[in-house]
């Protein structure tokens, strides 16, 4: 079932330059996150989503931007990539924060090293 | 702030043993809810169970159970009977009242199963 999509799985980018990670979803749901995990600090987020065009910012911002023009499109983008931004990135999907008993549905993951 | 601490970076248990993986929070909302998320080593993260804050008894999905102390904060992980499969990473996380859109994830700890 792939509600989720992320592309690309792998990137290998030099330092300073732009990259950009796509979000995919197919299940209309209107939450959309970002996250990076790194060894020993489990999944931090980044940003996130709750409608197009609405965007906010998570604990580790700094560095990338966000955007959501379509419901099933959240893009991230590293405008000048560093070595400090090579990690696993996830996108996560969530249907309401009206209860807290909804949980994520996770992308498969991209691996991005920058060098 | 709301905070989510997994203290055990690793564990060893033997194949059929039960294992109890812990996991304590910091929050100032009445209304919470708890998670755990299982990634194997092919990096997906798998939903395993759900607590919320109201409720009264301790939540079940098969090998797993969420050993729920409010009082103490406490939302262990216990999986009976260990097989080999559930070596993986586990986190803990948890989304509250006053920031539902958002999860906020432990660092982790990483269960490996001896056959």
């Known amino acids: 079932d792939a509600g989720i999509t992320q592309s690309p799985r792998h990137k290998v980018t030099e330092t300073g330059t732009p990259v950009t990670l796509r979000c995919h979803q197919t299940?209309?749901?209107?939450?959309m996150y970002w996250y990076r995990q790194d060894p020993g600090h489990g999944l931090r987020l980044i940003h996130y989503s709750y409608g197009v065009k609405d965007t906010d910012k998570g604990e580790v911002s700094d560095g990338y931007s966000v955007s959501r023009s379509k419901t099933e499109d959240f893009l991230l983008t590293l405008e000048s990539a560093t070595s400090s931004q090579t990690s696993v990135y996830f996108c996560?999907?969530?249907?309401?924060?009206?209860?807290?008993?909804?949980?994520?549905?996770f992308g498969s993951g991209t691996r991005l090293t920058v060098v | 702030a709301q905070k989510i601490t997994q203290t055990q970076p690793g564990m060893f248990v033997q194949e059929k043993e039960a294992v109890t993986l812990d996991c304590t929070y910091d929050?100032?909302?009445?209304?919470?809810?708890l998670f755990w998320y299982k990634q194997p080593s092919s990096g997906e993260m798998i939903f395993l169970i759900y607590q919320g804050s109201y409720d009264e008894q301790n939540a079940t999905e098969g090998r797993y159970s969420l050993n729920f102390q409010k009082a103490r904060k406490s939302a262990n992980l216990v999986i009976s009977a260990s097989q080999l499969g559930d070596s993986a990473m586990y986190f803990c996380a948890m989304r509250g009242g006053s920031s539902a859109s958002k999860i906020i994830f432990g660092s982790g700890t990483r269960l490996s199963i001896r056959p």
């Open positions: 929050t100032s909302d009445q209304s919470y809810g």
């Open positions: 299940e209309n749901h209107r939450y």
């Open positions: 996560a999907i969530s249907e309401s924060r009206q209860t807290t008993n909804y949980g994520y549905t």
